[in-house]
């Protein structure tokens, strides 16, 4: 579990009502801004305006009072508008001309602040340069949270609602304007798209720059979408798709950069090739460039770099007599010698690994042929550190060791084996023993040094605890403290676990169904409480002879380890994307192939080459899937898909038709007793 962020003292929050859900999109509010953060220039070409940044931010009061700026802003606004010089015709929220013209000044203003305050920092200057850094990048986020909200503001109130369900397969068609009824007031729909694109690149860098990973890709998802838009629906003069084609490039490159496992990105740049050579063709553009062609080849991002833009160039020069047709010509030959130059990647994947990185390869069986073309992936793997960062912020820090019992446990319990040690701790294990008093079986996890671990014991505890309110978790029974150790007693489930069971019995779907049912339920209690699992094995599913199937992890709860065959595409690309309870989706749909196939996917294959399987082709396909119904199928599919986006969640598969599949109770229980023949006690 990932620790809760405290914001820091004295710094405003930008208002959370200000973030925004665009398209079926949404973004997060942004995480507490770091003083030692210093945000990257924007390297955007607007028209400068004499609006001096330092008007709003040299009266800043310690605070960090976010809305006396935007008030100075909206007063210098109205003195210097021709047209809107009054508040009322400014903040008029029914006319989309002065909302959108107001929201274009915020985004602006926003993106003068921070180059403003970057070139300052770079020149080190202190004349006029008493502001808090803090305190800008707070008021330069907050601008454009502002400035989106209007935007949508403008969009809301389209006579045509073009703006409702935009995805990528209604960018892919032909246009779908609708003819104005004469008399109807023009809605400046094309400048709009452009505008709040636009912004919200400028607001994805922001949240990129404080790590907010997670809102930065719901803004640059938005903003591809608006800008394929401007290409697809822009009229003849092309005024807006010129000013599109100098920023698109951009979008796509940041979103594979901030998650690489997104598949929206091939698809977006896929779109914006075929529009463009659409464009090309009917010759609607005089000044059409091949600049974002160009860097789309040269494209340091994979999902860019594999769309073959370089095949578009080669149409054009074969096939076009026209002015981009003779471009193209001519830099063709230039850019078919650059790529040839990095057609030997062998060498170059040589160059960037350890000699010992280079024997673990050899040693996986990974074929060339098969890592060749995805090199980066490889090397992310070879140099992979552990677990990418946490969205999800839930803490179990509840102090009830003053109930805990202070007397020897020792004597309690009879019969006690031990079953293991927990890993990179030595002074913790788990044993079985019985209770002297009533003679019931119990599961013991036994935590040394107390004195010298206490708060991550006591958090332990405390999530033991909390697993209590649900009847599909092992539930905590007792705590002893004695001698600088701590002993939880927690229930014993006398069937054993799930990993064992599988070989004994040959489940069909409707005992399948029933075991997905309780394991998507205790997932949805923890998702649904800001927390999640990690690491969800066939090992941590217990099921004892009255037919519960419950959830548990003696010995990964608060540890580091990540078991291999359960791991999400996501955790193993190390995306700076933050993880969350979709990884806990993926090591469900594993064990549900390996109830199926009888073991998880890739167990048969060295670490690295699963690795690398499973973060290029996701799981392998059911062994024998003519055992298997449709809806299995169907089930499995949606809690495999490698883009954790699109990836089921566990209340939506709990909705699923499979689910309704699902044996009861009592005749769980009876396959149970009837395979299940032996017993530890």
């Known amino acids: 579990m990932s620790d809760t962020v405290e914001p820091q003292e004295g710094v405003s929050q930008a208002d959370p009502q200000l973030e925004f859900s665009l398209l079926g999109d949404n973004s997060q509010p942004a995480n507490p801004v770091n003083e030692a953060d210093t945000p990257e220039d924007i390297q955007e070409n607007d028209p400068e305006e004499n609006i001096d940044p330092r008007e709003a931010l040299l009266k800043i009061p310690a605070d960090g009072d976010i809305r006396k700026p935007l008030e100075e802003l909206l007063q210098q606004t109205i003195r210097e508008s021709p047209i809107y010089n009054t508040q009322e015709a400014l903040l008029n929220d029914k006319d989309p001309n002065a909302l959108l013209y107001w929201a274009k000044t915020i985004s602006g203003h926003a993106k003068r602040m921070k180059s403003y305050y970057t070139r300052k920092r770079k020149e080190k200057s202190e004349e006029d340069f008493n502001f808090h850094t803090t305190q800008v990048v707070v008021v330069y986020i907050s601008f454009h949270a502002t400035a989106i909200s209007k935007f949508e503001q403008v969009a809301a109130l389209d006579p045509n609602a073009s703006f409702v369900g935009l995805e990528p397969d209604t960018l892919a068609g032909p246009p779908s304007r609708p003819k104005r009824v004469k008399g109807q007031p023009r809605f400046p729909a094309m400048e709009l798209c452009f505008e709040w694109g636009l912004a919200a690149l400028r607001y994805g860098k922001a949240l990129e720059t404080q790590k907010d990973y997670h809102a930065a890709y719901a803004q640059y998802n938005n903003s591809a979408k608006l800008f394929l838009k401007v290409m697809q629906e822009d009229d003849r003069r092309r005024r807006w798709t010129s000013k599109v084609l100098n920023k698109i490039v951009v979008v796509f490159e940041r979103l594979g950069k901030v998650k690489p496992t997104s598949t929206d990105v091939r698809t977006y740049c896929d779109i914006f090739l075929v529009q463009f050579s659409n464009i090309a063709m009917r010759g609607e553009m005089k000044d059409q460039s091949l600049k974002p062609i160009i860097a789309m080849v040269l494209s340091d991002c994979r999902h860019v770099r594999e769309a073959n833009a370089i095949d578009v160039v080669r149409h054009l020069a074969n096939f076009f007599d026209t002015d981009l047709g003779k471009e193209a010509a001519k830099q063709l030959e230039h850019l078919e010698s650059i790529l040839a130059k990095n057609t030997d990647k062998e060498s170059q994947l040589k160059s960037m690994l ?58 309690l319990f009879i019969d006690k084996h031990k079953l293991s040690d927990e890993e990179g701790n030595p002074h913790s294990h788990v044993f079985l023993a019985k209770r002297k008093a009533d003679r019931v079986p119990v599961a013991v996890k036994v935590m040394g040094k107390y004195s010298e671990n206490e708060q991550a014991i006591k958090k332990e505890v405390a999530l033991l605890e909390f697993l209590n309110k649900h009847d599909n978790f092992t539930h905590l029974l007792d705590v002893f403290l004695w001698k600088d150790e701590v002993w939880a007693v927690c229930e014993y489930c006398d069937a054993g676990n799930l990993v064992d069971f599988i070989p004994v019995s040959v489940m069909k779907e409707p005992e399948m169904a029933y075991i997905c049912q309780e394991i998507l339920t205790a997932l949805k209690f923890l998702h649904d409480n800001n927390s999640m699992h990690r690491d969800l094995t066939s090992d941590d599913i217990l099921l004892n002879m009255s037919g519960d199937v419950l959830v548990s992890d003696f ?127």
């Open 555 to 681: 010995e990964l709860w608060m540890g580091n380890n990540l078991q291999r065959y359960w791991l999400a595409p996501e955790l193993l690309l190390s995306e700076p994307y933050p993880y969350g309870p979709e990884v806990d989706i993926w090591s469900f749909g594993c064990i549900v192939m390996e109830m199926a196939d009888g073991h998880p996917p890739y167990c048969d294959l060295h670490p690295l080459k699963e690795f690398f399987y499973t973060a290029t082709r996701g799981t392998p396909p059911l062994s024998k899937p003519q055992r298997w119904s449709v809806e299995f199928k169907n089930f499995l599919e949606y809690a495999l898909h490698p883009d954790p986006a699109k990836r089921y969640t566990a209340d939506q598969l709990l909705q699923h038709s499979f689910i309704r599949k699902a044996c009861t109770r009592q005749e769980f229980s009876d396959l149970i007793q009837l395979k299940v023949s032996w017993t530890r006690w």
């Open 354 to 411: 350890t000699p010992e990185a280079q024997k673990r390869l050899a040693k996986s069986g990974l074929k060339r042929e098969e890592y060749i073309h995805h090199i980066d992936v490889l090397i992310n793997i070879l140099q992979w550190k552990g677990k990418p960062p946490c969205r999800l912020s839930f803490n179990h820090n509840i102090d009830n060791s003053e109930k805990w019992r202070r007397e020897n446990p020792v004597k």
